[in-house]
Structures are given as C-alpha cells and as structure tokens.
C-alpha cells in the first residue's frame, strides 16, 4: 500500500483542530474583529459611503427618533480637528439604569418597544454600540430628571462610571473618536461637506428640528421641497409639486436634462440605493400622469424628472445594516403594501393637484410632448444601436467585464464592482493584467470621444463608444440595472488626458447627470514620479522599516510612488542621497505589477461632485462650447512660459 504524504500530513492538520480553537468573543470584541458586519466599507473619510459617517448617523439616528416622538426639537453637532465627535439632543436621555447595556450590549434597546419609539430607523439594538466598540475613546451621558450619569469607554471597555446632580436639560450626550488603528480607521478625516449633506437630509424630513453643526444653524422651513431646490442643478420647467399625507410626503418637477433623478428616504433614513418605496413612486407617479391625460408613454414622462419621496414604516426592513436599500417586506400603515400604500396617496393627490392648477399641467405635457418628439426621432437609429450593442455584447472588444456586479441583488461584494474607462490599449493593458477580475472590468476607448455638449441623446446611438459604453454600465433605462457602483475614469495625467477625462464627464453630465449626482463617478489618480534607492545607501531606518511592512518583498531597493511635487520632494529626503527617479508620463509605461497596487484597497480616487451652484452649463459652454475666441484670449493672456530647468534637476 502506497502511502500519500501529503494526506498524512493533511491527517496530522486537522487533529490539531480541537477545544483550544473554539472562542467566544464577547459583543465589543466581535464588533472589533467583523466591523463589516455592522457598518459596511471602513475607508477614510474621503467617500459619503465611508465607516466613520456611519458611526455618526447611528448616533444621530437615535437625536432624530427622539424628536419624532416629540422629545426635543435641537440638535447640537461639533467635529473637533475633523477627527472627534460630540452629539448633543434635548430629548428624554437614555434611561440612567440601562445606559450602559444600553450602549455595550448587543440587541438591547429602548425601539424593540413599539410604545416608545415607532417608525423608528434604528431597530435593531446594534448602532450605537458599534460606535462604542470601533471608537478609541467613547463617552456617554444622560441627562435626567436633575441627575447625569456619565460613563466613558476605550474601544469598548469601560473606564468609568459615575452619577452625580445636574442642572443641564434632559437629553444625551455622546462623544466618540472613530479608532484610528491600522485594521480601522486609518489617517481617517471626516469632510465638513459629506457632514453638512448629511445633516441637511435630515432637516428636510423634520421640519421643525434646528441642527447647529459646528456654530452653523441647520434647518428646512418646506421640507422636500428644500431639498430639490438645493439639489437641482437645472431649473426648474413648473413649480415643484410639494405633498404630503400621513407618514408619506412626496415632492416632484421636471427640468431640462436627461434621465431621471430621485431621492428616496424611510424613517429619515437616505436609501441611496432606492428600494420597494422608490420603485412604487417610480411605477405610479407615470401611471397617475398617464391616466390623467389619457396618453402618452412612461418613459416620455418620467424623462426629466427630479423627485424625492420619504415615507414613515413601523419596523422597516433594510438590506443591509447600513440601511441604503428598503427590503420588500415592509407594511405600511394600516397592514397594506407599501406599492399599494404609495400609489393610492400619488393617484389621488397628484391626480386632484393636477385638475386644480391647470397651468402646471400644461407645463408638463408641454416637456412630455419635446421627450415623445425626440423619442420618435430617434426611434431608427435606436434600434439599430441596441442590435449593436447586443451583438457587441456577445463579444465586446472594448469591455474586459468582471464577475461580479453592482446589480446583482444578494452578492455581499457588489458595492466593491467597478469599471475603469480608459484611453489606448497600452494604458487598458496594464490594468486589465493587474486588477481584481472579480469586481474590476475595463472599458478601453479608442482615442478622444465625441465632444457631445449641445448634443441630443440621438448622439449616443449614433457614436458606436458611447453607445457600448451605454450598454456596459446598463443604465439606458435609468440606473436601477447599474452594473458598477463606481465608474471610474482612467486617464494619462498629460493635457491629453485631461481633455479625454473633461470629454467623459461632459457626456456624463450632458446625457446621465444622475450617474454623477448619485456619487458613481471618479477619477483615478495614479502617481506622477517613482523615487527609489539602494537599501544601502538610506540612513533613514523609518523609512526601510515602513516599507518592509508594507511588502513582503525585501529587496535591494526601496521605492515610494508620489502623487504631486510635494511627495516627490519628501521622498527624495527620505531616500537620498542621489535617489533614482522616474517620471510616468503616461499609465502605458507603468508596469501591470506595479499598476496592482494603485487600483487595490488604497488606490485613490477623487469623486466627480455636482451641485447647485457649479453653474454646470455655464462651465461646459465656456469649456466645451463654441466660444473658441474667448478661450484663446484667457489662454493668451494667463499664458505661462516655463524656463528650462537646470540639468541636475532633469528626472531619469
């Protein structure tokens, strides 16, 4: 009998496998070890989607659930150096004998008891003691009836615990400092404007409510209506239709723009990514307007529209724990379905504000009539491009896909899927060789794109890129069927490719603004110079031992990859003397091993913003217009003539 080696030692691995290897975490340690779990992507700061601002929604969420039960009606919000938090609400205080399992047990709270708290967004006792568990230095008080009960925590274990008499308001308060541990949140900033978004959200779901964030006051006076009023970054075609009903408020318009654009909330919760609530609206708002003018087609009438709907539930079902998405179980109010709920409120309210102000009506069929004629004049070339872009798809040169995708409803990894346009096939080669083919694909472009500002949506059938691009992102019917959460420009950082990267991003904001307005789309920055030195010439020992722990590869040589002059200069301080230096003046010439690690969990990316006041049509029209004079006279007259540099300061 021939004995196989390798099944013995096999034999010998799993008879290790004994008591020793059970553990049991307690609830701040398995908060610690699976942060995933309870907040979703750690990150840095630098995205809306990023740890740490959960950590400070779950907080808020619990100031916000007590003045929907008419407990306080301020809010006190201060970010020291944008790393320490303070949360400050006026309404009943945790109860002072649970307070501690309140913020340090898991599954304990106060909103399992529908008397207390109902249509509550935080249910599941989990929130604010991830705060507590993730966060170095975390302190609780409550204030109640004359007494305070403070207690502070170092991630998740508590130091202290005293209770003494008190003059101050009933309420809570809490400060945390998200732990900026290497396997947290590491050189994490919070970003003053993804914070005042946030908070504006909330004050438009609770009028009435006054946030003070940092000295600054905070509030809506019309609700809904605010919020598209601040959001719309093209005017408005009749005045917004602002509605409410018990637990449901809707707010609705039409601009001159492409696509649709919606904003959808439960319980005060943002679900960025839509959900039963938003797809009803979607279905029974076109229903409503159809039927009120007895024609026309959904499409012809949502195309336009800007609206935000935000209903009350009792025990709303999410996704996920970062709530982003509202599940398909739900009951609204009175045991119905929330489609059903949504569409009886749109059909009668809509329906009656439109037999009352005729003028609005008129505004509205007027745009559904120019959304039907250019619909119609395209129809042709419509549909030859989808035949195209089918065929295409079957074996599509210019898209190297990926396995994983942002619309595939129950893959845990979809938020990572992401798409890097990119410019030539060298630049395209080097990525597709060195990315993750689970969650990045490649769409390559041949040369500069059209230059499409001023065009109609017929361009994008026309041009055979735009039009695969189109069909690769799946967002021709609105971005429901996105198929990448983050779109993702990769171009050369030359005059070149700055001008291929302004010509994506003006299709984008010409023909899918929603794309940018939603936060999908980012520039990726990739390093200008590689500074590198023998191991034996640096002195500086910090240096050798940073690079060692960031790679298992020892070699002769230390190299820092730098983003801007600055990094360049400080690395050649850190490396010197006489250190190697490279200038990439192109991603063709950066080699697919090294290009891996620019587009793995640190790469940075800078998000594509849009908003109110980014005069978008005014800086595409003097960019991207006809104006070709006054272009060359603010190129003549800003005009800078570099002088040589000296020959020591040339880079290899």
């Known amino acids: 009998m021939i004995e196989d080696n390798n099944l013995v030692e096999n034999a010998d691995e799993q008879v290790q496998y004994g008591d020793e290897n059970i553990r049991h975490l307690s609830d701040m340690e398995h908060v610690r070890t699976r942060p995933g779990m309870y907040i979703g992507r750690l990150g840095d700061g630098s995205l809306p989607e990023d740890g740490i601002y959960v950590l400070l929604k779950e907080v808020i969420d619990n100031s916000i659930d007590e003045f929907k039960m008419k407990a306080g009606d301020r809010l006190e919000i201060n970010i020291e150096d944008n790393l320490r938090v303070s949360v400050r609400d006026y309404g009943r205080g945790i109860p002072q004998g649970k307070m501690i399992e309140a913020v340090s047990v898991l599954n304990t709270g106060g909103k399992y008891d529908s008397k207390a708290f109902k249509k509550s967004v935080g249910l599941n006792g989990v929130g604010v003691k991830a705060v507590n568990a993730l966060s170095s230095h975390f302190e609780v008080r409550s204030y109640r009836d004359g007494k305070v009960r403070r207690a502070t925590f170092e991630r998740g274990v508590m130091t202290s615990d005293v209770t003494e008499d008190s003059q ?97 909330f439960v319980n005060g919760q943002h679900t960025t990514q839509g959900g039963t609530h938003q797809s009803a609206f979607k279905e029974h708002i076109a229903r409503t307007i159809r039927d009120y003018f007895g024609k026309y087609e959904y499409g012809d009438i949502r195309t336009g529209i800007v609206a935000a709907i935000a209903i009350n539930v009792e025990e709303p079902v999410f996704e996920s724990q970062t709530k982003i998405k ?58 030859l491009a989808r035949e195209r872009a089918k065929k295409a798809n079957l074996h599509n040169r210019k898209l190297r896909d990926c396995r994983i995708h942002f619309s595939d409803e129950k893959n845990d990894r979809k938020e990572e899927s992401c798409i890097f346009i990119t410019e030539g096939d060298s630049a395209s080669g080097s990525i597709t060789k060195s990315r993750d083919v689970n969650t990045q694909a490649v769409f390559s472009l041949r040369g500069k794109p059209l230059n499409s500002f001023g065009l109609t949506k017929k361009v994008v059938y026309e041009n055979e890129e735009f039009n695969l691009l189109q069909a690769a992102l799946d967002i021709e019917e609105g971005l429901d069927s996105l198929r990448y959460n983050k779109v993702i ?48 010439k640096i002195k500086n020992k910090k240096a050798i031992a940073e690079a060692d722990a960031k790679s298992d590869k020892k070699g002769d040589f230390i190299t820092r990859y730098c983003y801007s002059e600055e990094e360049r200069q400080t690395a050649i301080n850190e490396l010197g003397p006489d250190p190697e230096i490279t200038r990439f003046k192109g991603l063709g010439e950066i080699s697919p091993d090294e290009f891996a690690g620019f587009i793995g969990p640190d790469m940075r990316l800078e998000q594509v913003t849009l908003h109110k006041n980014d005069q978008v049509q005014k800086l595409l029209e003097y960019y991207m217009g006809k104006n070709t004079m006054e272009r060359q006279n603010f190129i003549i007259d800003n005009l800078v003539i570099e002088e040589d540099r000296p020959e020591e300061d040339v880079y290899d």
């Open 489 to 536: 420009v990769a171009t050369d950082a030359d005059v070149d490719g700055m001008h291929i990267r302004l010509l994506i991003i003006t299709f984008f904001l010409q023909f899918f603004p929603e794309l940018i307005k939603k936060g999908h789309v980012y520039v990726l920055q990739t390093p200008l110079f590689r500074v590198r030195n023998r191991r034996t």
């Open 326 to 383: 509202l599940g398909s179980l739900p009951m609204s109010p009175g045991g119905v379905s929330i489609n059903k709920y949504v569409g009886d409120f749109i059909k009668q309210e809509v329906d009656n504000y439109l037999h009352i102000h005729q003028d609005v009506a008129e505004a509205l069929e007027t745009k559904i009539k120019e959304s039907e004629r250019e619909r119609k004049a395209m129809a042709g070339v419509t549909k």
């Open 168 to 264: 101050d308001e009933n309420g809570t308060y809490i400060f945390f400092e998200p732990d900026n541990d290497a396997k947290l949140f590491k050189d994490y900033k919070f970003h003053d404007e993804i914070v005042e978004n946030m908070l504006r959200n909330y004050t438009y779901l609770n009028i009435g409510l006054t946030i003070m964030y940092n000295g600054r006051r905070i509030l809506s006076r019309h609700g809904l209506e605010d919020l598209l009023k601040d959001r719309m970054t093209n005017e408005a075609l009749y005045p917004i239709i602002h509605l409410q009903g018990e637990d449901i408020e809707i707010a609705f318009t039409h601009a001159n723009q492409y696509g649709e654009e919606y904003y959808s």
